[in-house]
């Protein structure tokens, strides 16, 4: 397959990047694994005319515990997280979804803050950070800004990234001992999307009930959904199977699936259902110290 | 009968039954296979191709200036073009015609509409932009329901005396002997199935690099085929160039598995256009061009009747097919047969009457119907026969297992004469299956289903007891296109004992270049090592049909058998001379002769190779070679059991392989290896059927399934671990007694693994899902929903 001509530009460090990407302006694209871009370029459903390889700013590349939260940076790559024991002791949604994306070759290429940024609704990681309270490092020429994730997706592959800015760092909040997680996805085979996705996070507090919630869907929306809803109806409640039964029928009620060869609406919104219960009782049984 | 094949050659020798190295997996596995694309030629143009964004619509104008006006293109060719050389249509291997390039109408999604020759694959593709089309939009047909019905648009409006939608009708069996064996039913059982329109996808997609001589006018044309020579014949007819100055030849090729039968109109059209411009032009398609335009499979509405006695003996079987065509007839088949060999669908039963009626729409899809890694829609008729089996085994109450062993076709009952005209030559059912359960440990698993589950997954255990018709012909019934369905070998042994052999047929991952050179490794005892098979190029390889419908080893390995045996016979004559003893008094042995009585007065093979060319006697013919082309009397019948246990999660509808054992039986295998291999690949690829793999249209008309993240390809990763088993059961028929393996598991799988399913699912009232049983049709038949698609 063969896209159509552009220019091409790598630099080596984030602030030769910044400087090219002020430069070409709206004509520019940041070229992370290349795993959603290539094959849109190839299908020629996109055409920039430059694209800013950042592969060569090895600095990017890092899994770190900082300041309570686990900071990632934009070369990190999906493999990077499957096999990090930060992540492992660190977040357990992240580490839970981590196996789920893509497919091995994809995920060696494929970078987490590429896919955050892509906002495509059938990503898994924008329901993960979605759940868990993740925020998104910014920096353009003009200096840095921090976006809560809620803020940074915006729409259907759309971001809220200005002009002449690019991610630089993912920054996740790190579980404590009474905290848990899990994601569930759905596929028809390795390497495909979700035909439905749910991330769960949840953190107790001493008496055991629920100090936070966190849950967000993939694929049956336009964009990633948080189910605030359920969220903060769990607050304060004893967690167990009637609880999430109970955030189960939200989710389902709240997302907005749509038919097509992966099932029914109908279909979706039950699986939403099923795995919103399993994924709590994992994060659950995760929390309490049980896994 | 059942025996297992004891090795007559030295492992070194690596004759029948020695699982020996792929010789030619050296060049592959380091990249150095040369591949259609591989292919650079001084000058060389590209090709890129325009299509119809659109299922069916009238053409009302096509602007090119502005793709003309483009650097580096060097011409655009429009139907119109083609049309001036009597090139914008030409014949289907179903004796309809089909549109090059289109004129009138387009008639499917991805239809070529038009193509760019530029020096840059790149220009090429960009100036594809530069071409404007005006299309007057019609409805689109996107079913052979639909297309029959009173007043669908007519799609083939082009064709004098079409009137309707129908492609063809066909029926086989005797209608009069069924319905009076339905009359005695004390059961009668049906189903309605869709075996669902699939696409072969073969990792190399299909290309051309057409090289015309504008001085000689003769034509190489490299090309992605699976049958050269007939691609030849073909091409002269097509193009009406003389048949001489044609030489096809087919390099390397990734997998074909019937993609690589027919002629493309991009290979049509690249010809044309190197003839026209006088320079090579390369043209190779993109993965989402093959599977929106290539040959797709399957595609088959079945209706399906068992007559049934109380006491569990099958009477009868009525089957009805509507199949849907795509807008040309397009099928890869023998002349006679309508649909295929789907008449086969009696499978492995003995009962007395059958019936099969078939039509077949035309519709607003691509074109097709070619055997996908099946003999001929073998595939469709084997699912057919086998789901209906088990489900007839429930409503009568009796254990699927059991109801098989029952009305098998019973070993002493070969050679059978099917009630549908096929002449079964051997098989040994009852074995092949009893070994497979105990290789499963059926019983066990059958007590297992009964316990409660912890999680609430349902069990299920599928059977499928498939038969095979593969390695068309005999000359008699079968051709295609005209051309009778024979094949050849050529074998000539050099002076220093090493042999090259020439076959008609054309290996795409078959493995080729190790099987025929084991064939002359038993029959003449040359090591395996030092026999070259030399495929694929017309000029120089004998005539042959091709390979597809596991025929290869059961017509050119013939061939292969029979030639070395008259090589052998000339040699025994020369190794009289040199031992100077008389032909009758020697004895063979792999590689050898000796005087009887004498073991130590012998020579080799490779010294009556170097006499044949230096110390002949006078009045014999140099030289030590032949030729010969092989007619099979009959077809070969592959067969085996296959059994699946799956677990089903009823809250999503998934479901996964527990275990699965494969017993096949192809007669006499030649390299096991190579045959477990061949299986395996199938098991997998039946997998897909079952589970993920189908291509759709929405109702416009839109094929959704034109790249891998739609079109659902198993790897490594999803594919269940098989455990293979064997009987070997000789074709009585066959030199070396092998039947062809390339294809059984593709056929015999898909229904193993939906019984399976439904076996989980039956006593919750499930009766049937149509394939692929995609999670949400699961848990749609669960929970009495309907799902559509
Ligand atoms: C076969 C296949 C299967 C896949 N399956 C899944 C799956 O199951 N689940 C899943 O979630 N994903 C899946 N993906 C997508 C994959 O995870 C991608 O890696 C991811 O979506 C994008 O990351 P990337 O690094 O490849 O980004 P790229 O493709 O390089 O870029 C994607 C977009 O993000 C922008 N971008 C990238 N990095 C930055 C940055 N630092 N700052 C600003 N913008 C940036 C780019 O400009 C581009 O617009 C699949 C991809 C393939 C090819």
Redesign the pocket.
């Known amino acids: 397959m063969y896209p159509p001509a552009f220019e091409y530009a790598a630099p080596e460090s984030v602030e030769e990047a910044l400087d090219r990407l002020a430069e070409v302006g709206d004509e520019g694209?940041?070229?992370?694994?290349?795993?959603?871009?290539?094959?849109?370029m190839k299908l020629r459903l996109?055409a920039?005319a430059h694209l800013i390889d950042?592969n060569e700013i090895a600095e990017?590349a890092y899994i770190r515990e900082v300041n309570g939260h686990l900071a990632i940076g934009?070369l990190t790559?999906?493999a990077d997280v499957v096999r990090s024991e930060v992540v492992a002791g660190g977040c357990a949604t992240m580490a839970s979804a981590a196996p789920?994306?893509?497919?091995p070759?994809?995920?060696n290429?494929?970078?987490?803050?590429?896919?955050v940024?892509?906002c495509?609704p059938?990503?898994?990681?924008n329901s993960v950070m979605l759940a868990v309270g993740a925020e998104v490092v910014?920096r353009s020429k003009q200096g840095e800004r921090v976006i809560p994730i809620s803020e940074f997706v915006v729409d259907f592959f759309t971001?809220s990234?200005r002009p002449g800015?690019?991610?630089?760092e993912l920054r996740v909040p790190r579980d404590d001992d009474r905290s848990g997680g899990a994601y569930l996805?759905l596929?028809r085979k390795i390497?495909?999307?979700?035909t439905v996705g749910v991330a769960a996070h949840l953190r107790l507090d001493e008496q055991g009930r629920i100090a936070r919630a966190g849950l967000a869907l993939?694929s049956v929306g336009p964009i990633n959904l948080k189910v605030t809803e359920a969220e903060e109806m769990m607050v304060g409640q004893e967690p167990g199977d009637e609880l999430f039964a109970e955030a189960a029928q939200i989710a389902a009620r709240t997302c907005e699936p749509t038919s097509d060869v992966r099932g029914p609406a109908e279909y979706k919104r039950s699986v939403v259902a099923a795995y919103t219960r399993r994924a709590f009782g994992r994060a659950l049984a995760g929390a309490r110290g049980e896994t | 009968m059942t025996t297992t094949h004891q090795p007559a050659t030295p492992f070194e020798m690596g004759g029948i039954g020695h699982s020996v190295r792929r010789k030619e997996d050296d060049r592959f596995i380091q990249g150095a296979g040369r591949y259609l694309d591989d292919i650079q030629l001084p000058g060389m143009l590209h090709m890129a191709i325009l299509r119809s964004p659109i299922a069916h619509g009238r053409i009302l104008s096509i602007d090119t200036s502005e793709a003309e006006a483009t650097d580096g293109v060097v011409a655009v060719v429009t139907g119109e073009m083609l049309a001036a050389h009597g090139l914008a249509w030409m014949p289907t291997l179903s004796g309809d015609t089909q549109a090059v390039l289109a004129t009138d109408k387009v008639r499917y999604q991805g239809q070529e509409v038009a193509a760019v020759i530029a020096t840059d694959p790149y220009v090429a593709r960009d100036a594809l932009s530069g071409i404007f089309v005006d299309y007057e939009e019609l409805p689109a047909i996107t079913s052979p329901q639909q297309a029959l019905e009173p007043g669908a648009v007519l799609i083939r409006d082009e064709k004098e005396g079409q009137t309707d939608n129908v492609a063809y009708t066909w029926e086989a069996g005797d209608k009069a002997a069924t319905d009076e064996a339905f009359a005695k039913a004390d059961l009668v059982v049906t189903l309605d199935t869709h075996y669902p329109r699939s696409h072969p996808a073969p990792l190399e997609t299909c290309g051309v690099v057409a090289d015309v001589n504008p001085a000689t006018g003769e034509a190489t044309i490299y090309l992605t085929s699976q049958a050269p020579h007939a691609h030849r014949t073909l091409f002269a007819i097509v193009a009406g160039l003389p048949e001489e100055k044609i030489r096809v030849v087919s390099p390397d090729i990734g997998g074909g598995f019937g993609n690589k039968v027919p002629i493309y109109p991009g290979y049509v059209v690249a010809t044309a256009a190197s003839l026209l411009i006088g320079k090579p032009v390369k043209w190779v398609e993109s993965r989402s061009e093959n599977l929106i335009s290539t040959g797709f499979a399957r595609d088959f509405h079945m209706h399906g009747e068992l007559a049934l006695t109380a006491d569990g003996r099958i009477l009868g079987l009525r089957a009805s097919i509507l199949s849907d065509q795509g807008a040309f007839y397009a099928d890869a088949q023998p002349t006679r047969f309508r649909a295929g060999l789907f008449h086969i669908c009696t499978g492995s039963y003995d009962f007395g009457a059958a019936h099969v009626t078939a039509k077949g729409a035309f519709t607003n899809k691509a074109p097709g119907g070619v055997a996908y890694r099946c003999s001929f829609r073998v595939t469709e008729a084997s699912y057919l026969i086998e789901r209906l089996v088990q489900n007839a085994a429930y409503e009568l109450g009796m254990d699927p297992a059991e109801f098989r062993l029952k009305n098998f076709i019973r070993p002493e009952q070969f050679p059978y004469l099917s009630p549908t005209g096929f002449v079964y030559d051997s098989g040994d059912y009852h074995t092949a299956l009893r070994k497979a359960m105990e290789m499963i440990d059926y019983e066990g698993w059958r007590r297992r289903q009964q316990e409660p589950h912890p999680e609430g997954k349902l069990i299920g255990i599928g059977i499928a007891s498939f038969t095979e018709v593969v390695g068309a012909g005999n000359s008699r019934t079968y051709d295609i296109a005209g051309l009778k369905m024979i094949d050849s070998a050529e074998l000539r042994i050099h002076p220093t004992g090493k042999a090259i052999l020439k076959l008609g047929v054309k290996s795409q991952g078959q493995g080729h270049e190790t099987t025929f050179a084991q064939i002359v490794a038993e029959e003449l005892g040359i090591p395996f090592e030092d026999v070259k098979v030399q495929e694929g190029d017309t000029d120089n390889t004998p005539y042959g049909l091709g390979t597809y419908a596991s025929r290869s080893t059961p017509v050119a390995g013939a061939a292969t058998a029979v030639v070395a045996r008259q090589i052998r016979e000339k040699a025994r004559k020369l190794a009289a001379h040199l031992l100077e003893a008389s032909p009758d008094d020697l004895e063979w042995e792999p590689g050898r002769f000796f005087v009887r009585g004498v073991p130590d007065k012998g020579v080799t093979i490779q010294e009556v190779a170097f006499a044949a060319y230096t110390n002949f006697p006078e009045g014999m013919e140099a030289g030590l070679e032949g030729v010969h082309y092989y007619d099979p009397p009959n077809m070969t019948y592959p067969f085996g059991s296959y059994i699946v246990v799956v677990e089903v999660d009823p809250e999503d509808g998934t479901w996964k392989v527990l275990d699965m054992v494969a017993v096949d039986d192809c007669g006499v295998r030649i390299n096991p290896m190579i045959v477990e291999g061949q299986i395996t690949g199938g098991l997998t690829e039946g997998f897909a059927k079952a589970n993920m793999q189908w291509i759709t249209f929405d109702e416009n008309g839109n094929c959704i399934g034109s790249n891998?993240?739609d079109y659902l390809v198993p790897t490594a990763w999803e594919a269940p671990r098989f455990r293979l088993g064997e009987t070997v059961t000789p074709s009585p028929h066959h030199p070396i007694g092998a039947k062809g393996v390339g294809e059984s598991a593709t056929v015999g799988s898909p229904a193993a693994y939906v019984n399976a399913v439904i076996d989980a699912l039956w006593s919750k009232g499930v009766r049937n899902i149509d394939m692929p049983v995609l999670p949400h049709r699961v848990w749609g038949a669960l929970n009495g929903v309907e799902v559509a698609p």
């Open positions: 694209r940041i070229l992370a694994g290349g795993q959603s871009l290539i094959p849109m996109a920039p950042i990017l934009a790559r999906h789920w994306v893509a497919d070759l994809v995920r290429r494929g970078t987490v803050c590429g896919s940024a892509h495509d059938e990503g898994d990681w910014a971001n990234l800015e690019m991610v630089t996805k596929e390497g495909d999307y979700a993939t | 891998f993240l």
